[in-house]
C-alpha cells in the first residue's frame, strides 16, 4: 500500500479495525467541539476579556492542525479514483462540500491575519467559524443521512417551495389591498406584507402586525389554517425520505435469532 493510499484511509471515515485512523478521527472531533464551545463562550460578557489570549492561542492551534488535515485531503485525494486525476481532480474534491466545509472553517482566521477588517464585520466573521460544527458531518452517519435525504428528495422540495412562494406572493398581495388603507405603514407594499404573510403561514404569529379590517382579520384566519397544511408538505416529505433511508441502511441486516431479514419484519 502506497503512502498517500494508507493517509486517504487515516483521513477519512474509520473502518473497522483502523485503530490509527479511529485516533485521528477522535482527535479531529474533540478538536471542532472544544473550537465551537470557545466560539460560544467568546460572546459571554467577561470570558473573552479574561481569556482571550489564551482563545487566542487556542484558536492559532487549531487553524494550524485543521489547514494541515485540509492540505493532507487534498494531496492524498487522489487515491480515491472519483479524484485520480492530479490537477482536475484535486480542483473537484475541492469543491465537493465538506472540502469547501473545512475550507470556511480556517477562512476567517487567515482572513483577519492578512486583512485589516472594518469593526462591523469582525463578527459576522468571527461567527463563520460555527462552520468548524459541520466537519462533524464527515464523521457522523445521522448527519450523512440528513444530507443524502435532502439531496435524494430535492425535486420533491423544489416543487413544495415552490407553490409555498406563490401561495406567499398570493396572500401578501391579498392583504395589501384589504389592510392597505386601514394601516399604510403596517402594510406600505407587498413586499412588506410578506413578512406578515411568512409569519402567518407558518402559524408563529409575532403580533407585530396583524390586520384590524373585518374582511382582513377574516382573509387571516384563512391564510392561518391553510399555512398549516402547506407547511407540512416539506415536513411530509422528508419524513418519507428519513423513512427510506432508514429501511435502506437496515436492509441486509439479519435477525440474530431466525437468521431472516430484519427489514421485511416488524
Known amino acids: 500500500m502506497t503512502t498517500k493510499k494508507r493517509l486517504y484511509e487515516i483521513m477519512e471515515k474509520a ?5 490509527l485512523s479511529r485516533i ?4 479531529i472531533l474533540t478538536l471542532i467541539i472544544l473550537n465551537v464551545t470557545m466560539v460560544i463562550l467568546e460572546t459571554v460578557g467577561g470570558v473573552k476579556e479574561t481569556y482571550g489570549e489564551s482563545i487566542e492561542i487556542f484558536e492559532t492551534i487549531c487553524v494550524v492542525i485543521f489547514t494541515v488535515e485540509y492540505l493532507l485531503r487534498i494531496w492524498c485525494c487522489t487515491a480515491d479514483t472519483k479524484f485520480a486525476r492530479p490537477l482536475t481532480g484535486r480542483l473537484a474534491f475541492m ?16 482572513v483577519f491575519v492578512l486583512v485589516t477588517i472594518p469593526p462591523d464585520y469582525t463578527l459576522p466573521l468571527r461567527l463563520l467559524r460555527l462552520f468548524r460544527l459541520l466537519k462533524v458531518g464527515r464523521y457522523s452517519r445521522s448527519m450523512q443521512m440528513f ?37 399604510p405603514e403596517a402594510f406600505s407594499s407587498i413586499p412588506t406584507t410578506m413578512w406578515w404573510g411568512i409569519v402567518t403561514l407558518t402559524t408563529v404569529g409575532y403580533g407585530d402586525v ?3 379590517t373585518p374582511l ?21 416529505i422528508l419524513s ?19 437468521g431472516k431479514d430484519i427489514s421485511t419484519h416488524g
Do not use: N
Open 15 to 19: 473502518e473497522k479495525g483502523d485503530l
Open 24 to 27: 485521528v478521527d477522535l482527535f
Open 95 to 110: 469543491l465537493t462540500p465538506l472540502a469547501l466545509i473545512d475550507l470556511m472553517a480556517i477562512f476567517p482566521y487567515y
Open 147 to 183: 444530507g443524502r435525504v435532502i439531496w435524494e428528495k430535492r425535486h420533491e422540495l423544489y416543487i413544495a417551495v415552490f407553490a409555498l412562494a406563490i401561495l406567499l406572493i398570493i396572500v401578501s398581495s391579498l392583504m395589501y389591498f384589504v389592510e392597505h388603507h386601514a394601516q
Open 210 to 212: 396583524f390586520p384590524i
Open 216 to 236: 382582513g382579520k377574516v382573509l387571516g384566519a384563512l391564510i392561518a389554517v391553510l399555512g398549516v397544511g402547506m407547511f407540512a408538505l416539506p415536513a411530509g
Open 240 to 258: 418519507s425520505g428519513f423513512v427510506e433511508a432508514m429501511q435502506e441502511s437496515h436492509r441486509g441486516d439479519k435477525c440474530p435469532h431466525c
